[in-house]
């Protein structure tokens, strides 16, 4: 029972020799092929050239919810004043 001890990205890489991600979205662990991946330029939002800045946004592929929510999640906020805009 030793393979159950660490963190599920530990447990899964030892159990199915691939790795896990967390889902930003619901947070749960998940195989490297349940997570896929929401670009999106932010660049404007802190006053840059538009390309400068992106984000990577993982979600549980197989969750109409997380895939929904991927498309607006904004993992990077601004605190009061901080920013250019």
């Known amino acids: 029972m030793s393979e159950l001890i660490g ?3 530990d ?5 199915w020799g691939m790795a ?6 619901c947070g749960s662990d998940r195989p ?3 997570i896929s991946v929401h ?3 932010i660049s404007e939002t802190f006053g840059f050239a538009a390309g400068t800045i992106q ?5 549980c ?6 895939r929904e929510a991927a498309l607006t999640k904004q993992l990077i906020e601004l605190k009061g004043d901080d920013h250019r805009a």
């Open 39 to 41: 670009t999106s330029d």
């Open 55 to 59: 984000q990577n946004v993982r979600y």
């Open 20 to 25: 896990a991600w967390k889902c930003h979205i």
């Open 11 to 15: 447990i899964y890489k030892r159990m």
């Open 61 to 66: 592929n197989d969750c109409p919810s997380c």
């Open 32 to 34: 490297d092929a349940c």
């Open 7 to 9: 963190s599920p990205s």
